[in-house]
């Protein structure tokens, strides 16, 4: 039995080894690469075949300044000025999700997001929260912040299989990520809380009070 339950340890926990080197050998390559599918990409293909991603890589000096401001006014305001966490934000989304009695608010920074994005399923868990904890301390210490935002923004979720801005200009505007107006831009950051909903209710009221708070705190916003 003891024996039984060392070999089982052993392998549980190389594994665990051999995911910390996957991420660390994947975040290394995307260093300098494109990165032109993610865990959120494969588990969209997998879910709908069928169905394809609407995705395009853009180097950091082809997205539009206005969505660069506007996404990290919408989604992590200090993102200039953390290691990959904002425990100040972590604090106050707890707070609030104890008033409410329910999740509203995660607190998760564009780091923490894009970690579990590139790597991670949406299964709430204390073993996903970790992992994706040390792919995001990993991360930070790896990548510059224009590295951080460019594949956030190369990646991140605009709408039913639609993923990064060039995909998303197109999809919703006719247009190049680079040629976004503000007012499109304030548009595509406001509804990354919910893009798959979002995209069919684009008069929403909660997205009009998303769009008037990034519109209002956008000309704020630190980017690299």
Same mark, same amino acid.
């Given at each position: %039995?003891?024996?039984? #339950?060392?070999?089982?340890? #052993? ?13 660390? +050998? ?16 494969r588990? /969209?293909? &997998? ?13 950091? /000096? ?11 006014? +919408?989604? /992590? ?8 966490? /904002? &425990?100040?934000?972590?604090q106050?989304?707890?707070?609030r ?34 992992q994706?904890?040390?792919?995001? &301390?990993?991360?930070?210490? %790896? ?41 499109q +831009?304030?548009?595509?950051? +406001? ?34």
């Amino acid at each position: %039995m003891k024996a039984f #339950l060392t070999r089982t340890l #052993l392998v549980i926990v190389s594994v665990i080894l051999l995911v910390q080197l996957w991420i660390f +050998a994947s975040l290394a390559w995307w260093r300098t690469n494109p990165v032109n599918t993610t865990m959120m990409m494969r588990i /969209d293909y &997998w879910t709908e075949p069928s169905k394809p991603i609407q995705h395009q890589w853009r180097p950091y /000096d082809e997205i539009s300044t206005n969505l660069k401001r506007a996404v990290v006014t +919408a989604e /992590d305001g200090k993102f200039m000025h953390h290691h990959g966490f /904002d &425990w100040d934000g972590i604090q106050t989304a707890l707070s609030r999700n104890k008033n409410e009695g329910r999740v509203v608010a995660g607190g998760s920074t564009i780091s923490q997001q894009l970690a579990k994005n590139l790597f991670l399923v949406n299964k709430r868990s204390f073993l996903r929260k970790g992992q994706e904890a040390v792919a995001t &301390w990993m991360m930070e210490r %790896m990548w510059s912040k224009e590295r951080i935002l460019e594949v956030y923004l190369n990646s991140i979720e605009f709408g039913d299989n639609i993923y990064g801005a060039e995909a998303a200009a197109k999809h919703y505007f006719g247009k190049t990520a680079e040629s976004l107006t503000r007012d499109q +831009a304030i548009f595509l950051a +406001a509804i990354l809380t919910n893009p798959k909903y979002f995209e069919d209710h684009r008069n929403a009221s909660a997205l009009k009070a998303r769009k008037r708070m990034i519109q209002r705190y956008m000309r704020y916003a630190e980017i690299p």
